[in-house]
């Protein structure tokens, strides 16, 4: 069984993050893989600055780290402007693209890259430039592509893993009132597509900086439970979780009421309620 690490936004922490991972892996032994889902380079200066010690290879990253983008300014994605479709920067440093599906670790993962801007998301046609330049909003048609890869119209396939920098339309609607917690969360109509129209059993994002658990629910699919995960910026003030572990979420304890393990579209009329898990 893959064992598996999973971090929200990075925005450029990079040494902080891999020394984290290194420590956590002296204590409970070795990762297969570490997923970074959110805004991973820092957005406001070019990404080869703060990474040139790995870029070099003077100092190593611990495991492979595939990452999806989000909010990163145009000066920030130089490394992976000409590679939609993903890139192993260094060693160990492997961006997935802007939509897609790879295999990694024996497991299937599904992602989109960006944010939703509703100008540029419902606009004719992509720029045509969008595979020289990473744009942080994404197209309609990107994430028709994402569902098409994540086997959104075959109804006897699943996906294991789901990753995406945003939540989904209308989500933070769920949320129960936190301290610290002041601002709405909107979501991506696009993200909400892909969490309803493919069957992930996990779907990851970030970039609300806020850790939270939806209740399990079931896709329109009905091929199985999907668990959505959101994952705080890593070195938060509030020190909300920015690091969830993979392996253990396949034997999870949720101490939820078994009833809210539903059709995905009725899961927004509930009360808000807030997962809490346990492995």
């Known amino acids: 069984m893959p064992r598996v690490l999973v971090a929200g936004d990075v925005k450029g922490q990079y040494k902080k993050l891999f020394n984290q991972i290194t420590k956590i892996q002296s204590k409970t032994g070795t990762f297969d893989a570490l997923f970074c889902v959110g805004t991973f380079f820092d957005p406001d200066r ?3 600055v703060a990474l ?4 070099t290879g003077r100092e190593r990253i611990p495991i492979p780290c595939y990452f999806v983008c989000g909010r990163e300014g145009a000066g920030s994605t130089g490394l992976i402007d000409a ?3 993903g890139v192993e920067i260094c060693k160990n440093l492997i961006y997935l693209g802007r939509h897609g599906r790879k295999d990694v670790s024996g497991l299937t993962v599904c992602y989109l890259s960006g944010i939703h801007e509703e100008a540029f998301y419902g606009a004719a046609d ?4 969008s595979d020289k330049k990473y744009y942080s909003a994404y ?3 990107h994430v028709e592509e994402a569902l098409i890869a994540g086997y959104g119209y075959k109804k006897e396939k699943c996906i294991d893993v789901l990753l995406t920098a945003e939540w989904g339309h209308k ?3 769920l949320l129960i009132e936190a301290p610290g917690f002041g601002h709405e969360i909107e979501g991506s109509p696009g993200v909400h597509r ?3 129209e493919l069957s992930p059993k996990y779907h990851f994002a970030a970039t609300e900086n806020i850790h939270f658990a939806l209740p399990p629910y079931r896709n329109f699919q009905q091929l199985g439970i999907t668990r959505f995960n959101a994952l705080a910026s890593l070195g938060n003030e509030q020190k909300a979780k920015a690091l969830q572990v993979l392996c253990c979420l396949l034997f999870i304890l949720c101490f939820v009421d078994f009833d809210l393990v539903q059709c995905f579209t009725g899961i927004q009329h509930h009360a808000p309620q807030r997962a ?3 492995c």
């Open 46 to 48: 070019a990404p080869d």
């Open 52 to 55: 040139e010690p790995y870029l």
């Open 83 to 85: 590679h939609p479709d």
């Open 126 to 129: 992509p720029p045509p430039d």
């Open 139 to 141: 197209h309609e048609e």
């Open 171 to 173: 989500w933070g609607n």
């Open 194 to 196: 892909l969490g309803s």
């Open 276 to 278: 809490s898990v346990r």
